[in-house]
Structures are given as structure tokens and as C-alpha cells.
């Protein structure tokens, strides 16, 4: 019995240590790229401002490319779950709630999301971003404009509200997010209709 517990407790603390190492890698991943590209970051970088150890390192990631992907796929997930959860909602409210909950999402993970959007980022990421959201019916049914007939014209609407949402998005981290969520949610909406 006192065994059972003992290698339970041993499991939780590796959990918890995991957790906290993973985390400390992402963070120092992120910080380093606030400065410069992922092509200039060594896994030593990292490593040394995480203060974790190589071999560390390499139990959870095969190198920072990994590390980055990881990253990004996690961001993609999210995003993805959240267009999920409100296909549905069809309505003006339920559409402006789904900004809403992107935009907390972004407040809590501004750092990560600024790094990923920004020149230091992985231009296939933001490629891959835009692409998911282009396809998914949510976006190209009812944050374009609704008179358009044509498939293919909606896609280049859908394009270009997608990407001036991320660039509004990307001026609005880069200034502290310095417009509540509700008003800038309703600002979003506003302009892809």
C-alpha cells in the first residue's frame, strides 16, 4: 500500500516537473524570439535561459523546429476548438461571443501569439493559420459578406478579411490591448460586414 502511494506521489511530482519544464522551455523559446528568427536560436539558447539541461531538452523535443511546431499546433488547436464550439451560433451575439472568447485567448497568450504573428515567426505557420480559418465554415459563411453568390469570390473576401482581422489583431497586442475586449470584438464584426 505505502508503495502504490509512493510511486503515485512519484508520478504526480514528474507531472508537475514536466509541466514546469515544458513550460520553461516554451517561454525562453518565445522570449528568444522577440529578438531574433528561429533560424538564429540554438537549443543551447534555450536551454541556458530556461536553465534546463540539454538532455532535458531532448526528453521532450527532438530540436527547437520541434519545440516551435509544437507551439503552433497547440495555437491552431485552440483556435479551431473555439470556431468548433460556436458553429451553430448563427446569430450576431453568438458570433460576437466567439471574438470575444479569441480575443481572451490572445489576451492570456499575447506574448506567444505576438512572437508567432510577428517577422520572427514561422511564415508557414501564419500560412497554415490563415488556411485553416479561410476553410472553416464559419469564417467564409458568415464573417463575409453574405451578398457575394460566388464561391470563389467569397474566398477572396474571406482572404481578405482574414488577414486584415490578424493585422487589426496584431496592432492591437503590439499596443497593449488597449481596447476591451467587448469593443474590439464588436469593431471585428463591424468590419467583415
Given at each position: 500500500?505505502?508503495?502504490?502511494?509512493?510511486?503515485?506521489?512519484?508520478?504526480?511530482?514528474?507531472?508537475?516537473?514536466?509541466?514546469?519544464?515544458?513550460?520553461?522551455?516554451?517561454?525562453?523559446?518565445?522570449?528568444?524570439?522577440?529578438?531574433?528568427?528561429?533560424?538564429?536560436?540554438?537549443?543551447?539558447?534555450?536551454?541556458?535561459?530556461?536553465?534546463?539541461?540539454?538532455?532535458?531538452?531532448?526528453?521532450?523535443?527532438?530540436?527547437?523546429?520541434?519545440?516551435?511546431?509544437?507551439?503552433?499546433?497547440?495555437?491552431?488547436?485552440?483556435?479551431?476548438?473555439?470556431?468548433?464550439?460556436?458553429?451553430?451560433?448563427?446569430?450576431?451575439?453568438?458570433?460576437?461571443?466567439?471574438?470575444?472568447?479569441?480575443?481572451q485567448y490572445i489576451i492570456c497568450?499575447?506574448?506567444?501569439?505576438?512572437?508567432?504573428?510577428?517577422?520572427?515567426?514561422?511564415?508557414?505557420?501564419q500560412k497554415k493559420f490563415v488556411?485553416?480559418?479561410?476553410?472553416?465554415?464559419?469564417?467564409?459563411?458568415?464573417?463575409?459578406v453574405k451578398a457575394v453568390e460566388?464561391?470563389?469570390?467569397?474566398?477572396?473576401?474571406?482572404?481578405?478579411?482574414?488577414?486584415?482581422?490578424?493585422?487589426?489583431?496584431?496592432?492591437?497586442?503590439?499596443?497593449?490591448?488597449?481596447?476591451?475586449?467587448?469593443?474590439?470584438?464588436?469593431?471585428?464584426?463591424?468590419?467583415?460586414?
Amino acid at each position: 500500500m505505502k508503495k502504490e502511494k509512493a510511486a503515485e506521489n512519484s508520478a504526480v511530482k514528474d507531472n508537475r516537473k514536466t509541466r514546469y519544464t515544458k513550460r520553461a522551455l516554451r517561454e525562453s523559446l518565445i522570449e528568444l524570439m522577440e529578438s531574433k528568427s528561429i533560424l538564429r536560436i540554438t537549443i543551447k539558447d534555450i536551454c541556458d535561459l530556461a536553465d534546463i539541461s540539454r538532455s532535458t531538452f531532448y526528453t521532450h523535443y527532438d530540436d527547437q523546429y520541434d519545440l516551435l511546431r509544437q507551439i503552433e499546433e497547440e495555437t491552431i488547436s485552440y483556435f479551431e476548438e473555439v470556431l468548433k464550439k460556436y458553429d451553430r451560433k448563427r446569430s450576431k451575439r453568438g458570433i460576437i461571443e466567439m471574438i470575444e472568447e479569441i480575443l481572451q485567448y490572445i489576451i492570456c497568450n499575447s506574448n506567444s501569439i505576438q512572437v508567432l504573428m510577428s517577422e520572427n515567426g514561422d511564415i508557414d505557420f501564419q500560412k497554415k493559420f490563415v488556411s485553416r480559418f479561410l476553410h472553416h465554415l464559419q469564417v467564409v459563411n458568415y464573417l463575409t459578406v453574405k451578398a457575394v453568390e460566388d464561391p470563389k469570390l467569397r474566398e477572396y473576401y474571406a482572404v481578405y478579411i482574414i488577414n486584415g482581422a490578424m493585422a487589426l489583431m496584431q496592432h492591437w497586442i503590439k499596443n497593449n490591448m488597449n481596447i476591451p475586449v467587448p469593443i474590439m470584438a464588436k469593431m471585428l464584426l463591424h468590419l467583415t460586414q
